[in-house]
């Protein structure tokens, strides 16, 4: 599809990104998956993305460190970057968040179909 | 007997003997010159004269000697009489005295003994206490009216590192810093209690204490002052070491984050897929397939509810209570609230009514949480109501607060359980108790206090019961001007939130 959306899914388990990227292909995004972050961010590099959903605990690098990094590249100023987690934050992390990321979700309460809905307010 | 002294007595002695030993002798004297007298011829009417004279001289002379023999005889008798008293322990006059000293100095032995006891008394009273105060595991140490430290127990020296003659007499304030967060307690706290009549009881928790060698304890503080200064003492401050609770605590809350964490991990997968079989197996799967896989998607739902809960429990308990507060129309959100609960209480078969004030003023709440108070208040109604019960709920002001109240005509609570209604793990024994972790009403609670208000229960068992709670309404006005966000329009819910960029 021409012009569609394109969301980078950095997630090192695998079951879920397919989960999730199920969905949102068929709702006519265009997904790439990384499963590290490294991968992650030298995909990030490689071309402009409408969405980069972002996990936390990672192997090598959390997920909150390659929000930091991506936010210090003025190149993705204005990339929507949404964190997708299990975990819960405490306050001051929380609002750190705030201003640096687009949306926090937690994943055990977001099933795949409520996912696209929540995600149509920012693309 | 005759008080006269001795002298004039033995005085007297003397002449009366005298007389005694010379009458006699006259007497004599006189007979003899008679009978030597009758054969040279005198007149014998001198004759008779003179034997009537010895006569009357020798009976005489008899009295005067019986008189002398009285005079000796009466002290010799007394003597006598007083040695056989003493000999027999009679009482008499003169050793009365002496037995009188003698009872004056065994009183005088019994109130010395006394004194000795009570000494005593008094020394293994004040043994017992000081041996009290030292052997207390919470540190004590007492203070004068010029807030000097007069007092100092063992304990208090081995938390602080300071002992008690280092620190006899001198001010407290600098010597031992009690701090919550970065403010010094005690001089504070006392000055601003000096003047009250009342003894006044101050509690602190979490408050540092920098030892001598300069590590740090977490200590609970609890102070008296005392309003009338009894044996000069102004303040009693008692303190706790509580850095391996604090610990513990730390522990607890940490292992409750990760504990949820790794429980949500599963559980995301779960829902997930059932989610995928639900949306794209509808033209496979019979009706009664997807009732099956409705089921457990409800049953897992459920499942991430309590995960949630009990994260939010851990963190109210540790001051984590994360409120994000915002502006809120309040008719737009309670009118809205109501519709969404008509739906769930028609499904759980019970009748639902509402009822919101028109034109009420913007609210200062945080959405979710509020939500989730009106939730738990329903879901508990749900659980003391049969089926069929009625439940309503009903939005109005009173004054400068905003009353929300979920009344229903179930089985009420019983008196005693009331008191435990807001706690952890309160749990309802009503036969349409099916599921709850006893958490709904504990974060209910903690939730509307962090807000300021103030949530209340009125029960009547076999009437039903009355669930409310009150919002202020006064920061309306300072909290218009703190919700200009500048981080843009965000949506909340327990899933999370998500930034709306749709709208500029």
Redesign the interface.
């Known amino acids: 599809m021409a012009g569609s959306k394109t969301v980078l899914f950095i997630e090192d388990?695998r079951?879920?990104s397919e989960?999730?990227g199920?969905?949102l292909g068929k709702a006519g995004y265009t997904v790439d998956y990384a499963y590290t972050g490294t991968t992650g961010l030298s995909q990030a590099q490689s071309k402009p993305y409408d969405l980069i959903l972002l996990d936390i605990?990672m192997p090598e690098m959390t997920g909150i460190e390659i929000l930091k990094r991506l936010r210090a590249d003025p190149q993705f100023a204005h990339t929507?970057i949404?964190i997708l987690t299990?975990?819960?934050q405490?306050?001051s992390t929380?609002e750190e968040l705030?201003?640096q990321a687009?949306?926090?979700?937690?994943?055990?309460?977001?099933?795949?179909?409520?996912l696209v809905g929540?995600?149509q307010?920012?693309? | 007997m005759n008080t006269t002294d001795s002298g004039s007595f033995y005085r007297h002695l003397m002449v009366l003997g005298l007389l005694a030993m010379l009458l006699p002798a006259l007497c004599v004297a006189v007979l003899w010159f008679l009978t030597t007298s009758t054969s040279s011829g005198v007149d014998p009417a001198l004759n008779q004269l003179a034997t009537a004279a010895a006569a009357i001289g020798l009976i005489l002379a008899l009295l005067l000697s019986l008189g002398l023999s009285y005079r000796l005889y009466r002290p010799l008798r007394r003597l006598w009489q007083a040695q056989v008293a003493g000999a027999s322990n009679r009482p008499h006059s003169q050793f009365k005295l002496l037995s009188q000293l003698d009872r004056a100095a065994d009183q005088i032995e019994l109130t010395l003994a006394k004194s000795q006891a009570v000494a005593e008394h008094l020394s293994t009273d004040r043994h017992q206490l000081q041996t009290v105060l030292d052997n207390l595991t919470d540190g004590i140490f007492a203070l004068d009216r010029n807030s000097r430290i007069v007092l100092f127990n063992r304990a208090a020296a081995e938390l602080t590192g300071l002992t008690p003659t280092a620190v006899a007499g001198q001010v407290a304030d600098h010597l031992l810093p009690l701090r919550q967060d970065d403010d010094l307690i005690l001089p504070p706290w006392l000055y601003q209690h000096a003047d009250s009549l009342n003894r006044q009881i101050g509690h602190w928790s979490n408050v540092d204490l920098i030892q001598a060698n300069g590590s740090g304890l977490n200590v609970d503080v609890e102070a008296i002052l005392l309003p009338e200064y009894p044996a000069g003492l102004q303040a009693l401050i008692s303190f706790r070491d509580m850095t391996k609770n604090r610990q513990l605590q730390e522990t607890k809350f940490d292992f409750v984050?990760i504990a949820?964490?790794e429980?949500?991990?599963p559980?995301?997968?779960i829902?997930?897929?059932?989610?995928?079989l639900?949306?794209e197996g509808k033209a496979e799967l019979s009706p009664e397939h997807q009732a099956f896989l409705q089921r457990s998607a409800t049953g897992a739902e459920q499942l991430?509810e309590m995960?949630?809960k009990l994260?939010n429990v851990s963190?109210i308990e540790h001051n984590?209570l994360?409120l994000n507060l915002g502006l809120e129309d309040a008719n737009a959100f309670f009118n809205d609230l109501a519709t969404t609960l008509a739906t769930r209480l028609a499904k759980a078969n019970r009748s639902f009514s509402a009822v919101v004030q028109p034109g009420l003023p913007k609210l200062f709440i945080d959405a979710t949480a509020i939500q989730e108070v009106v939730m738990n208040l329903i879901n508990n109604a749900v659980q003391h109501t049969p089926d069929g019960g009625q439940i309503s709920l009903s939005v109005q002001t009173s004054g400068m607060r905003l009353h929300v109240t979920v009344n229903d005509n179930g089985t009420g609570i019983p008196k005693d359980k009331v008191a435990k209604l807001f706690t952890k793990f309160y749990r309802a024994d009503g036969l349409h108790a099916q599921h709850g972790t006893g958490l709904g009403l504990f974060i209910a609670k903690a939730i509307v206090e962090a807000h300021g208000g103030y949530i209340w229960v009125e029960s009547e068992e076999g009437k039903g019961s009355s669930f409310g709670f009150e919002l202020p309404l006064e920061h309306q006005v300072a909290a218009a001007t703190l919700a200009s966000d500048t981080?843009g329009v965000?949506?909340r819910g327990?899933?999370?939130?998500?930034?709306?960029?749709?709208i500029h």
Request: hydrophobic letters at 40%; proline letters at 1%; zero cysteines.
């Open positions: 388990d079951i879920i989960m999730y199920r969905v605990m929507k949404v299990n975990l819960a405490d306050k929380q705030e201003s687009d949306g926090y979700l937690i994943k055990a309460d977001v099933v795949p179909s409520q929540l995600l307010k920012l693309l | 984050a949820a964490h429980l949500r991990t559980l995301t997968t829902r997930g897929y059932l989610d995928l639900q949306t991430a995960v949630g994260l963190r984590e994360n981080k965000i949506h327990s899933h999370g939130w998500i930034k709306d960029r749709s």
